[in-house]
């Protein structure tokens, strides 16, 4: 259940930004987390809901999108998305791949007041 330290860690930064912007409430946040971070949706709520308790971020709403996985071949160059945990190429089916997009874990906005 990584999901706890993520948000915790996640949470500190929220608040510094917060406080460098001179927020006194916030209202949204929205994460961008990658389908390779396997993170539980519901227990990031979780997390999420018990971290701002007793904060200013006490009734902000969660907004996470979820970015897919992307990888490009090595040996011929295409680009995919994986879907079923395949991680060959559809194409010349290598196994050779880059991982392109889907580690991300990101704050991509704080909003507030």
Known sequence: MHEVAIVEDMFRIILEVAEKEKLSRID??????????????DLFRFAFDSAKEDTIAEH?????????????CCHCGH??????????????KSSDLDLIQGKELLIQSIEGE
């Open 60 to 72: 902000a709403d969660l907004e996470i999108e979820y970015v897919p996985v992307k990888m490009q």
């Open 79 to 92: 680009e995919f998305l994986v879907g079923d945990q395949s991680f060959y190429c559809p194409n010349c």
């Open 28 to 41: 949204r946040v929205h994460f961008r987390i990658g389908k390779m971070m396997q993170v539980v949706p």
